[in-house]
């Protein structure tokens, strides 16, 4: 392996027009897998700000009951935006980016198979965030009708920017597309010699089966949006009652593919703490097979449970009944994992890094969102908790821990690889504990008003519900802020800092720690052997 | 059982009460006044002590390892790393409690789908932003509005201790009754819910969706719509009130005896003072909310009435009649004709030709809405009232 | 990747590659598809479900001449009518109620106003409830099944003739069959 290496570092050295062109333009037409991932995390960064500013906007006007900053109708399009955009402009190209850092590292490839369609997939994306932002300022408004768009509020009801809305998704479904094509071609076809399916890394592993619920849903979320257009626009009835259409036909489509994109944004989460979780506990993990088949499991069911999003939509009772059935069902392949984790951690030999507390508290935060999951799929319970803020506390805390913080772990845990520097260890604690206390205080009141009955995408509540909204904006103001010193740490860290080895996490395991740090522009033109 | 579980989850969530207002730090869920709503309840306490007591474990077993494997307390890793029989043990556990836990929320479900042998029918139906009610073969059927005054939400008065969940007509049921909800919508998807009843039925345009419920004990119970259904969502409450027997009969023939009235009033002769009198009432109810107490509107989705052509020009008075009565295709306008009666339509279109300074002194009475319905056409009724001085009525 | 590194990679990961790359496409194509599949298969899936209430729309099916009157048995048939809000006509049934056999054809009308200056099309959209009786009421005679047009200020009368199931479960008593009425003037 210490061979490879070294074949890497001085093909660099010998071919210098290999390494990045200069200015501008490197970013522009590079198809660097190495490149590409890092626009795609800065990228995802910008827009989890937004998308941040816009949850700072909501708990703003949510924390006295009463109107107080903005108006119903701008509200409802700060729910929506805030949603669309932490769902499509930051989680999903967070992990896109990840993944075009690190599977081509882990699995001994030179790049991704397809690195020109990589430029695009990633060059789409600012356009279409764009056109999606720019909504906001169109007249009658951006797109205000909620994250899911239930037809016919966003059809017959609908703000004229509703056309660019379905544009931007469109592009947003292609360029995901795109990404999990490619993806899949490279975990597929340019794995080194020797590294078989059953020896990938998990992240690998997950990727996979994530890519494959992105081409599999993405283009239905594209038919439903095409849908909504030509209601909108050419006189069908798809969703419009009164043409014979049905609009609940519209929430069995979105959900169905609604349903496995919230696994699309799980997955990967998994994947990274199944790698960092050992790594600090000096242990290999507990039931890699189980993993796997877990994760499938999951993915699989994930195609028969959408239609627990509308338990009180008036589905026939054995509709209901299957549903609940199947929904319950996941809780065993999610219990699998946690319990895998929580092995891996059992006599090991610990340290807490910085990595290793975000992998630690999204076991513990996860599995509390999976419980509050577990108590939403009993369907007769669900009409008590449908729509209420206890459905919003439920799917924070499966993203915010589950997505936001693997995300930060797999940055701390991974940059050192990128920039060749060890991130500032003390302020990144302080990171930590801010957004572990602030996410907490944000989100865990809600439960506690959701289930004295405050529904969800209000502006204004009734005032039994103003402490724990006082609580929970407090707790929002906190972890938003905590934001900025994450991107100070990044930025300190690429600047410089105390030199990072090639491997700096003693338990680390994989592929990429073989390679030195900074990884070299080019790394595995020679595919190593893999025992 | 369930009380103790109650105030071991008020312990374990760490919360005493100790705020002025108990009802400000509740944290759970209501156990309602009808047996489905407890077996609801039951079902989420037994569900969520299942949840705490494997978190218990779960988080047990990994706090311990925290604290004790650590490498700065001198740990050194076991390599164990698979066992086929564990993965085994822990998928069965959690699969045969999944299949006990299912077996009563089965039933409570069956339970929540029996809609025989219902005593009442009522038609609920929901509106961008009011709920009306239709009670079957009853010939009673009212609007429900938010009641709450605008000045509570935007901070100028204290709040009322229902802020936001006050209506100016509630739904009125008897107890002991089993009483059938037919659900159903007149534009977007709302959600009809009340806590209490344990009753969230999605009201969907176009078709019609069944709830039913058999409350206990007489009272008040409040709710909200649970489904965005657009700008104002949050201002669109429930308030259910169950009477004993005998008054929820005299409550009924009451409101007959009201409607009655109501017709009557379309044969008065109307002054231009108490159209608009009414008027204003009207049209804070039914209009305020998307064209402003101050009708300004909110451009472009909802155009100000203040100095637009249709509310100030005199040819334009047939246009307005039209708008108001029958709405605009591909806007948000309902068309009100099936709203309002006669009184508040003519109140409601005198009101906005002469409000906030459009002064135009022209008066629609009940008698010509009554005639417009008949034909279809404005006619002014030339015996209406003349007002010579009509340009002194501003406001 | 730069062109070198490209000639180095060998032909066969190539083919693989493109094959993968083809057949993941297909998929993603098969899937948009499978989307707007959605639409009928769901009509299907309601028609065997009476999910949603969606009736029958073809009334042919059900051979209301062979039908024997079940006469141990009566079945209230509740009415209701819903103006969708931009919706102006008058539109009610002239009884909210009517007790049948089931077998025997129960018969009453729906009354239409068009109140308006303009000519208009309007069209009635059938729910039934209990979903599970859906397929258990057929509406012989229906001004449902097609649109229906008023001139200014026109009023029709328009009868709906059904017929209840004999298998209809036992355990219904009550069934309400709900006409929301949609303005589809544009449409046509």
Same mark, same amino acid.
């Given at each position: 392996?210490?061979?490879?290496?070294?074949?890497?570092?001085?093909?660099?050295?010998?071919?210098?027009?290999?390494?990045?062109?200069?200015?501008?333009?490197?970013?522009?037409?590079?198809?660097?897998?190495?490149?590409?991932?890092?626009?795609?995390?800065?990228?995802?960064?910008?827009?989890?700000?937004?998308?941040?500013?816009?949850?700072?906007?909501?708990?703003?006007?949510?924390?006295?009951?009463?109107?107080?900053?903005?108006?119903?109708?701008?509200?409802?399009?700060?729910?929506?935006?805030?949603?669309?955009?932490?769902?499509?402009?930051?989680?999903?190209?967070?992990?896109?980016?990840?993944?075009?850092?690190?599977?081509?590292?882990?699995?001994?490839?030179?790049?991704?198979?397809?690195?020109?369609?990589?430029?695009?997939?990633?060059?789409?994306?600012?356009?279409?965030?764009?056109?999606?932002?720019?909504?906001?300022?169109?007249?009658?408004?951006?797109?205000?009708?909620?994250?899911?768009?239930?037809?016919?509020?966003?059809?017959?009801?609908?703000?004229?920017?509703?056309?660019?809305?379905?544009?931007?998704?469109?592009?947003?479904?292609?360029?995901?597309?795109?990404?999990?094509?490619?993806?899949?071609?490279?975990?597929?076809?340019?794995?080194?010699?020797?590294?078989?399916?059953?020896?990938?890394?998990?992240?690998?592993?997950?990727?996979?089966?994530?890519?494959?619920?992105?081409?599999?849903?993405?283009?239905?979320?594209?038919?439903?949006?095409?849908?909504?257009?030509?209601?909108?626009?050419?006189?069908?009835?798809?969703?419009?009652?009164?043409?014979?259409?049905?609009?609940?036909?519209?929430?069995?489509?979105?959900?169905?593919?609604?349903?496995?994109?919230?696994?699309?944004?799980?997955?990967?989460?998994?994947?990274?703490?199944?790698?960092?979780?050992?790594?600090?506990?000096?242990?290999?993990?507990?039931?890699?097979?189980?993993?796997?088949?877990?994760?499938?499991?999951?993915?699989?069911?994930?195609?028969?449970?959408?239609?627990?999003?509308?338990?009180?939509?008036?589905?026939?009772?054995?509709?209901?009944?299957?549903?609940?059935?199947?929904?319950?069902?996941?809780?065993?392949?999610?219990?699998?994992?946690?319990?895998?984790?929580?092995?891996?951690?059992?006599?090991?030999?610990?340290?807490?890094?910085?990595?290793?507390?975000?992998?630690?508290?999204?076991?513990?935060?996860?599995?509390?969102?999976?419980?509050?999951?577990?108590?939403?799929?009993?369907?007769?319970?669900?009409?008590?908790?449908?729509?209420?803020?206890?459905?919003?506390?439920?799917?924070?805390?499966?993203?915010?821990?589950?997505?936001?913080?693997?995300?930060?772990?797999?940055?701390?845990?991974?940059?050192?690889?990128?920039?060749?520097?060890?991130?500032?260890?003390?302020?990144?604690?302080?990171?930590?504990?801010?957004?572990?206390?602030?996410?907490?205080?944000?989100?865990?009141?809600?439960?506690?008003?959701?289930?004295?009955?405050?529904?969800?995408?209000?502006?204004?509540?009734?005032?039994?519900?103003?402490?724990?909204?006082?609580?929970?904006?407090?707790?929002?103001?906190?972890?938003?802020?905590?934001?900025?010193?994450?991107?100070?740490?990044?930025?300190?860290?690429?600047?410089?800092?105390?030199?990072?080895?090639?491997?700096?996490?003693?338990?680390?395991?994989?592929?990429?720690?073989?390679?030195?740090?900074?990884?070299?522009?080019?790394?595995?033109?020679?595919?190593?052997?893999?025992? | 059982?369930?009380?103790?579980?109650?105030?071991?989850?008020?312990?374990?969530?760490?919360?005493?009460?100790?705020?002025?207002?108990?009802?400000?730090?509740?944290?759970?869920?209501?156990?309602?006044?009808?047996?489905?709503?407890?077996?609801?309840?039951?079902?989420?306490?037994?569900?969520?002590?299942?949840?705490?007591?494997?978190?218990?474990?779960?988080?047990?077993?990994?706090?311990?390892?925290?604290?004790?494997?650590?490498?700065?307390?001198?740990?050194?890793?076991?390599?164990?790393?698979?066992?086929?029989?564990?993965?085994?043990?822990?998928?069965?556990?959690?699969?045969?409690?999944?299949?006990?836990?299912?077996?009563?929320?089965?039933?409570?479900?069956?339970?929540?789908?029996?809609?025989?042998?219902?005593?009442?029918?009522?038609?609920?139906?929901?509106?961008?932003?009011?709920?009306?009610?239709?009670?079957?073969?009853?010939?009673?059927?009212?609007?429900?509005?938010?009641?709450?005054?605008?000045?509570?939400?935007?901070?100028?008065?204290?709040?009322?201790?229902?802020?936001?969940?006050?209506?100016?007509?509630?739904?009125?049921?008897?107890?002991?009754?089993?009483?059938?909800?037919?659900?159903?919508?007149?534009?977007?998807?709302?959600?009809?819910?009340?806590?209490?009843?344990?009753?969230?039925?999605?009201?969907?345009?176009?078709?019609?969706?069944?709830?039913?419920?058999?409350?206990?004990?007489?009272?008040?119970?409040?709710?909200?719509?649970?489904?965005?259904?657009?700008?104002?969502?949050?201002?669109?409450?429930?308030?259910?009130?169950?009477?004993?027997?005998?008054?929820?009969?005299?409550?009924?023939?009451?409101?007959?005896?009201?409607?009655?009235?109501?017709?009557?009033?379309?044969?008065?002769?109307?002054?231009?003072?108490?159209?608009?009198?009414?008027?204003?009432?009207?049209?804070?109810?039914?209009?305020?909310?998307?064209?402003?107490?101050?009708?300004?509107?909110?451009?472009?989705?909802?155009?100000?009435?203040?100095?637009?052509?249709?509310?100030?020009?005199?040819?334009?008075?047939?246009?307005?009649?039209?708008?108001?009565?029958?709405?605009?295709?591909?806007?948000?306008?309902?068309?009100?004709?099936?709203?309002?009666?006669?009184?508040?339509?003519?109140?409601?279109?005198?009101?906005?030709?002469?409000?906030?300074?459009?002064?135009?002194?022209?008066?629609?009475?009940?008698?010509?809405?009554?005639?417009?319905?008949?034909?279809?056409?404005?006619?002014?009724?030339?015996?209406?009232?003349?007002?010579?001085?009509?340009?002194?009525?501003?406001? | 990747?730069?062109?070198?590194?490209?000639?180095?990679?060998?032909?066969?990961?190539?083919?693989?590659?493109?094959?993968?790359?083809?057949?993941?496409?297909?998929?993603?194509?098969?899937?948009?598809?499978?989307?707007?599949?959605?639409?009928?298969?769901?009509?299907?899936?309601?028609?065997?479900?009476?999910?949603?209430?969606?009736?029958?729309?073809?009334?042919?099916?059900?051979?209301?001449? /062979?039908? &024997? %009157?079940?006469?141990? =048995?009566? *079945?209230?048939? $509740?009415?209701?009518?819903?103006?969708?809000?931009?919706?102006?006509?008058?539109?009610?049934?002239?009884?909210?109620?009517?007790?049948?056999?089931?077998?025997?054809?129960?018969?009453?009308?729906?009354?239409?106003?068009?109140?308006?200056?303009?000519?208009?099309?309007?069209?009635?959209?059938?729910?039934?409830?209990?979903?599970?009786?859906?397929?258990?009421?057929?509406?012989?005679?229906?001004?449902?099944?097609?649109?229906?047009?008023?001139?200014?200020? /026109?009023? &029709? %009368?328009?009868?709906? =003739?059904? *017929?209840?199931? $004999?298998?209809?479960?036992?355990?219904?008593?009550?069934?309400?069959?709900?006409?929301?009425?949609?303005?589809?003037?544009?449409?046509?």
């Amino acid at each position: 392996m210490t061979s490879v290496t070294d074949t890497a570092s001085s093909h660099e050295h010998d071919e210098h027009h290999h390494g990045p062109a200069k200015g501008l333009m490197r970013w522009v037409l590079t198809t660097n897998h190495k490149d590409i991932g890092s626009m795609y995390l800065w990228f995802s960064f910008i827009m989890f700000l937004t998308g941040g500013a816009m949850a700072m906007i909501i708990r703003a006007e949510l924390f006295q009951p009463g109107l107080q900053i903005v108006e119903p109708a701008f509200f409802n399009q700060m729910t929506t935006m805030h949603g669309l955009i932490m769902v499509f402009g930051a989680v999903m190209p967070a992990f896109v980016g990840l993944a075009n850092w690190m599977i081509p590292m882990m699995i001994g490839a030179p790049d991704m198979a397809m690195p020109r369609m990589n430029n695009w997939s990633f060059w789409i994306l600012p356009f279409a965030a764009v056109m999606l932002v720019s909504t906001l300022f169109m007249e009658g408004g951006g797109p205000n009708f909620g994250w899911t768009f239930y037809a016919p509020l966003s059809t017959d009801y609908a703000p004229p920017s509703t056309t660019f809305f379905i544009f931007a998704i469109h592009m947003l479904g292609v360029s995901s597309i795109m990404g999990a094509i490619n993806i899949i071609a490279t975990i597929l076809n340019l794995r080194a010699p020797g590294m078989t399916m059953m020896k990938m890394p998990l992240f690998v592993w997950t990727w996979l089966i994530t890519a494959y619920l992105l081409i599999a849903v993405m283009p239905v979320l594209a038919g439903a949006v095409t849908m909504m257009l030509m209601d909108i626009h050419f006189g069908t009835s798809f969703f419009n009652a009164g043409g014979g259409g049905d609009p609940v036909l519209f929430q069995h489509i979105f959900w169905f593919f609604g349903h496995p994109e919230v696994y699309i944004m799980i997955l990967p989460s998994f994947g990274i703490v199944s790698a960092i979780i050992p790594a600090f506990a000096r242990k290999h993990l507990f039931g890699y097979t189980s993993m796997v088949y877990a994760t499938a499991s999951i993915a699989f069911l994930s195609f028969i449970v959408w239609a627990h999003h509308m338990f009180t939509v008036g589905i026939p009772l054995i509709g209901e009944l299957f549903f609940m059935y199947a929904t319950m069902l996941i809780a065993v392949p999610t219990g699998v994992k946690v319990f895998n984790w929580v092995t891996t951690m059992f006599r090991g030999s610990m340290t807490f890094e910085t990595p290793m507390l975000f992998s630690t508290a999204f076991v513990v935060l996860f599995t509390i969102g999976g419980f509050s999951g577990l108590m939403l799929s009993i369907a007769p319970a669900d009409f008590q908790y449908h729509d209420t803020y206890f459905v919003v506390a439920h799917f924070h805390y499966v993203l915010v821990p589950g997505a936001i913080f693997a995300i930060f772990a797999a940055c701390y845990y991974w940059l050192p690889k990128w920039t060749g520097h060890m991130y500032d260890e003390t302020l990144a604690k302080v990171h930590f504990w801010m957004s572990f206390i602030g996410m907490n205080l944000t989100f865990f009141p809600m439960h506690f008003v959701g289930l004295a009955g405050m529904p969800r995408r209000i502006p204004d509540y009734a005032l039994q519900f103003a402490n724990f909204n006082e609580i929970s904006s407090i707790g929002g103001f906190l972890f938003g802020t905590t934001q900025l010193l994450f991107l100070f740490i990044v930025i300190k860290c690429i600047r410089g800092g105390e030199k990072a080895e090639a491997k700096p996490w003693e338990g680390a395991e994989g592929l990429e720690w073989s390679v030195p740090s900074p990884a070299p522009y080019h790394t595995f033109t020679t595919p190593p052997d893999v025992k | 059982m369930m009380q103790q579980a109650k105030s071991l989850f008020l312990l374990l969530a760490g919360l005493a009460v100790t705020g002025s207002s108990r009802a400000a730090w509740e944290v759970n869920m209501t156990e309602g006044v009808t047996a489905v709503s407890r077996n609801i309840y039951g079902l989420h306490m037994t569900i969520l002590i299942i949840c705490v007591v494997i978190g218990l474990i779960v988080f047990g077993v990994m706090f311990y390892s925290i604290f004790k494997h650590r490498k700065s307390k001198g740990a050194v890793p076991h390599q164990f790393h698979e066992s086929t029989l564990v993965e085994i043990v822990w998928t069965s556990i959690p699969f045969l409690i999944l299949v006990l836990m299912a077996i009563p929320a089965t039933k409570t479900l069956v339970d929540i789908y029996n809609t025989d042998e219902a005593d009442i029918d009522i038609k609920i139906t929901g509106y961008q932003w009011k709920w009306q009610y239709e009670y079957v073969g009853e010939d009673v059927s009212f609007f429900s509005n938010l009641s709450t005054p605008r000045e509570q939400i935007l901070n100028v008065r204290e709040k009322n201790p229902n802020y936001l969940l006050e209506v100016d007509e509630p739904l009125v049921i008897p107890v002991g009754k089993k009483v059938r909800f037919l659900v159903t919508a007149a534009d977007v998807i709302h959600s009809w819910w009340v806590p209490a009843l344990a009753v969230k039925r999605d009201a969907i345009p176009g078709f019609i969706n069944e709830a039913w419920t058999n409350i206990e004990v007489p009272g008040t119970y409040r709710g909200q719509c649970a489904e965005l259904c657009g700008k104002d969502h949050g201002y669109m409450p429930i308030v259910v009130e169950a009477k004993s027997q005998e008054d929820y009969d005299a409550w009924l023939e009451a409101k007959k005896v009201e409607a009655e009235k109501e017709r009557e009033l379309t044969d008065k002769t109307w002054t231009m003072e108490e159209l608009m009198a009414r008027g204003e009432q009207a049209y804070n109810k039914a209009c305020a909310v998307c064209h402003q107490p101050n009708g300004a509107g909110m451009p472009p989705i909802f155009p100000a009435l203040k100095g637009s052509p249709m509310a100030t020009e005199a040819d334009q008075i047939g246009a307005h009649v039209d708008i108001v009565m029958n709405g605009k295709k591909g806007s948000a306008m309902q068309a009100f004709a099936g709203q309002l009666n006669e009184v508040d339509l003519a109140a409601v279109i005198t009101y906005e030709r002469n409000a906030w300074g459009n002064n135009t002194g022209e008066m629609v009475t009940p008698k010509e809405i009554v005639e417009y319905k008949k034909t279809g056409k404005y006619v002014e009724d030339p015996a209406k009232q003349a007002m010579p001085d009509n340009k002194q009525v501003s406001l | 990747m730069s062109e070198q590194d490209r000639e180095e990679k060998p032909e066969a990961i190539e083919r693989s590659t493109r094959r993968t790359v083809i057949r993941s496409i297909l998929v993603a194509c098969g899937m948009f598809a499978f989307g707007f599949a959605m639409v009928p298969l769901y009509n299907v899936f309601c028609q065997v479900t009476g999910l949603n209430g969606k009736t029958d729309p073809d009334p042919y099916m059900y051979k209301a001449a /062979e039908a &024997k %009157v079940d006469t141990s =048995r009566d *079945i209230k048939v $509740q009415f209701v009518a819903t103006k969708n809000a931009g919706m102006s006509w008058d539109f009610s049934p002239s009884t909210p109620q009517v007790t049948v056999h089931p077998g025997e054809p129960g018969l009453l009308n729906f009354v239409a106003k068009n109140p308006t200056d303009k000519r208009m099309v309007g069209q009635a959209i059938p729910s039934v409830t209990p979903f599970e009786a859906t397929n258990f009421l057929h509406k012989v005679e229906c001004f449902c099944f097609t649109t229906q047009t008023l001139e200014p200020g /026109e009023e &029709k %009368v328009m009868p709906l =003739r059904i *017929i209840v199931d $004999q298998e209809l479960p036992k355990h219904i008593k009550k069934l309400t069959l709900s006409y929301t009425l949609f303005d589809v003037t544009h449409m046509n």
